[in-house]
């Protein structure tokens, strides 16, 4: 692997210099321990000899004092000894060391005359020694000083030892270091090269590098590279677009069109569910999507516009995630729109969330055998949950001129009055995800009135179809005074006008361009079947929240039914549910849990034969990305909801079947069967239609499958969640806002009752 000189140079410089300054770090440490240990040396020497020597020079001859010093010659770095009088002027000097001796050392002319040690490191004659001179003494008397001389030239020896030692050091780790970027960093970064231009000419098959090392890197880099396969794609499908004058929605036409509907004003969105939740695993923060067909539709427009999403806050680290306001922009991995949390207590929770809102809206709406519970405290946590949201909001829309509100669903039915009566110039709208019900089913509720009315208080109301609309202005006619308008849908009351409309809503789908998933890899199928249990002939799959309104029961024993009246399916149909638990602290869902799990455990009892079996149920949650290769394999969808008000699964199977293959088996029920003429729409309480609709999706000619799967995608890609977004913000731009004749609605309106209607 090529390295640029500049490289080179610095890391051999930078190298070089944390060597050699270990080096001389290390060299002055050992000099320093070495004069320490001679000086040491030198003085318990001294102080050995210091008796003898004052006996000695006290009484002895110049012979002896000669003999005396003559005994120290040949030792080993010992220079020699060297007696010396009062007055500095040496008496007896051992043999060899006389030569280095050309006059009185400073040492010993400080022993004689202050009479105390004294050692010093000098050169004598260009020789480095060392000297201690030790006063001797009689009776109080000094009679001169004993001087102990050392070779100290081996102490300079580390200095170069250490300097040879960093110039070998340096060598090798800069040797090394080449090494370990040639076979640990070049093999994948040339890897991530190749990947990276394999995705710049459009070829994406290729993997990024696997390495530890690089995750962080790749991570981002393949954020980086999916959102320039996204804007290729998109790009690739405007251009198309325009070039046969089509009028489709795309993110970029929305985006677009809201800049200019919104006037330099935001777009706030208020749900119960958040479209990001951080929770701890270990020591780390998570994020994740929670399972939420609102996520899945509301995301986008959110995106579009760079607005702002008021929702409660559920995971266990949201807190640490946010700023001190409860604030933050997702996407976590890609910014580009505001999450404001708001935290609930558990009195709340209980008596807003799992209590009025899903013990008793809920199942009013859904007519599907649960009856619904209303409870005096669980509607005054309501109604405070619901003024607690709205102070967020309006702390939200400080500042804000003229903004739009998109209020969500049957959590906030309040929240449209009350933003209304202190922001009249906000443009206000509430879309209802569920079905509306008959006025007589509706009229249950005790509060059905406040209800109405805090609804009536948004400019604009949204259903799925047009039936939930008629269910409602049906409703507000018999319970409210007001005026209705039939021929326009819309309702006068207190002189405020409140405009009702069906908007199916849809996914993020833009055909085979921007939306079209790659093809599952080779790995994912293979995860796939083996948590299978094996590859079956045909594959099923629902996806559903497991929820009583979702008719999972009726679509097992349908499954059942099938095995039953055509036996040839026995161990080549396998069926996938995939089923996220969903309000787990509400009885009635936990003895559903509790019901699938029997159901499907009693099927495989029956029919279960060595590996195979018939019902794969998985009751956990998965990722939007983890589902992708289950709509990939599956040979028929089975979306049999009790009732629904739109069902946004049948549709992101459609979007995911780029391929122009599979079926899709619909319940009338479903708002989505008003728009998807091509699936093979179903009584989900009919066991024996459910059975036979099965086997016509998997006997069906390819032919047919094809052209029909072809239409839906047609349908869907046309009436995407753009379109959606387009339409229900258009049209909420569009409102006058102040007296209801500046709407063009100047004609005669209904007296109270349907009237002349």
């Given at each position: 692997m090529y390295l640029g000189r500049r490289l080179m140079l610095c890391l051999l410089g930078g190298v070089a210099v944390v060597s050699m300054l270990f080096a001389l770090y290390q060299a002055a440490s050992e000099m320093h321990a070495m004069r320490e240990d001679?000086?040491?040396?030198?003085?318990?020497?001294?102080?050995?000899?210091?008796?003898?020597?004052?006996?000695?020079?006290?009484?002895?001859?110049?012979?002896?004092?000669?003999?005396?010093?003559?005994q120290f010659q040949n030792h080993e770095r010992l220079a020699g000894v060297a007696i010396y009088d009062a007055n500095g002027q040496p008496l007896a000097v051992t043999p060899g060391l006389a030569k280095y001796l050309a006059g009185t050392p400073r040492a010993v002319a400080y022993a004689t005359q202050e009479g105390q040690v004294r050692g010093e490191f000098l050169r004598l004659h260009g020789e480095p020694m060392h000297i201690l001179a030790l006063p001797l003494s009689a009776d109080g008397r000094l009679l001169g000083a004993i001087a102990i001389f050392h070779e100290v030239a081996f102490i300079a020896a580390p200095v170069w030892r250490h300097a040879l030692t960093s110039v070998v050091q340096t060598l090798l780790m800069v040797g090394m270091t080449l090494l370990i970027i040639r076979w640990g960093l070049g093999r994948p970064l040339r890897h991530m090269a190749l990947w990276l231009r394999d995705l710049r000419t459009g070829n994406a098959s290729g993997q990024p590098p696997e390495e530890e090392i690089f995750r962080p890197l790749t991570s981002e880099v393949t954020q980086l590279a999916t959102s320039l396969s996204v804007a290729r794609a998109a790009a690739e499908e405007e251009a198309r677009l325009r070039d046969v004058a089509s009028s489709r929605w795309t993110a970029e036409r929305l985006r677009i069109s809201m800049q200019g509907k919104l006037h330099g004003s935001r777009l706030f969105a208020v749900s119960n569910r958040e479209p990001y939740e951080h929770s701890r695993q270990g020591n780390s923060i998570v994020w994740s999507v929670p399972p939420s067909g609102l996520v899945t539709a509301l995301e986008p427009v959110l995106r579009a516009s760079d607005g702002t999403w008021i929702a409660q806050a559920t995971g266990n680290a949201d807190k640490e995630t946010a700023d001190d306001f409860g604030r933050l922009r997702v996407p976590p991995d890609h910014p580009q729109y505001t999450l404001h949390r708001v935290w609930l207590n558990k009195d709340e929770e209980d008596g807003f969330y799992f209590g009025f809102a899903n013990e008793g809206i809920w199942p009013l709406c859904h007519i599907a055998h649960t009856r619904p519970v209303?409870?005096?405290?669980?509607?005054?946590?309501?109604?405070?949950?619901?003024?607690?949201?709205a102070a967020a909001l309006l702390d939200e829309l400080s500042g804000e001129s003229e903004p739009i509100v998109l209020v969500q669903d049957y959590h906030f039915a309040l929240l449209p009055r009350m933003i209304k009566e202190r922001r009249p110039d906000a443009r206000v709208a509430i879309f209802w995800h569920i079905p509306w019900p008959n006025p007589e089913a509706f009229g249950i509720c005790p509060w059905q009135r406040d209800l109405l009315d805090g609804m009536l208080g948004a400019d604009l109301i949204g259903f799925h179809i047009q039936a939930h609309c008629n269910n409602f202005l049906e409703t507000v006619d018999g319970a409210l005074e007001s005026r209705i308008d039939w021929e326009h849908f819309a309702v006068n009351r207190h002189d405020h006008l409140?405009?009702?409309?069906?908007?199916?809503?849809?996914v993020a789908f833009n055909g085979n361009g921007a939306c079209a998933a790659v093809d599952a890899?080779?790995?994912e199928r293979a995860a796939l079947f083996r948590e299978l249990g094996g590859r079956p002939d045909?594959?099923?799959?629902?996806i559903d929240r497991v929820d009583y309104t979702k008719g999972i029961p009726e679509r097992l024993r349908g499954v059942e039914r099938l095995f039953d009246q055509y036996p040839a399916y026995r161990e080549r149909f396998t069926f996938v549910q995939i089923g996220a638990p969903s309000r787990t602290r509400i009885k009635r869902y936990q003895d559903l849990t509790t019901e699938v799990e029997e159901e499907a455990e009693r099927i495989n009892r029956r029919f279960r034969t060595g590996g195979w079996r018939p019902i794969v149920f998985l009751n956990r949650h998965h990722s939007h990305a983890e589902i992708q290769p289950y709509y990939r394999e599956a040979d028929v969808c089975l979306v049999t909801s009790l009732h629904d008000g739109m069902n946004l699964v049948a549709k992101e199977y459609i979007a995911a079947r780029h391929d122009g293959q599979g079926a899709l088996i619909l319940s009338r029920f479903a708002g989505a069967s008003h728009e998807l003429a091509d699936a093979l729409v179903v009584n989900p309480y009919d066991t024996d239609e459910l059975a036979h609709a099965i086997h016509t999706a998997l006997t069906m000619p390819p032919e047919e499958r094809k052209a029909r799967m072809q239409r839906m995608r047609a349908v869907v890609q046309e009436n995407n969640v753009y379109r959606w977004a387009g339409d229900l913000i258009g049209e909420l731009a569009a409102i006058r806002l102040g007296q209801p004749e500046a709407r063009g609605r100047r004609q005669e309106l209904a007296p109270v009752g349907r009237g002349a209607a």
């Open positions: 001679v000086e040491r040396q030198a003085l318990v020497l001294a102080e050995s000899q210091q008796k003898s020597a004052e006996q000695v020079l006290q009484g002895g001859s110049p012979g002896e004092l000669q003999s005396f010093a003559d209303f409870r005096s405290e669980d509607w005054e946590q309501y109604r405070s949950v619901n003024r607690k949201f409140t405009t009702v409309r069906p908007f199916p809503i849809s890899s080779a790995a045909f594959l099923g799959l629902g």
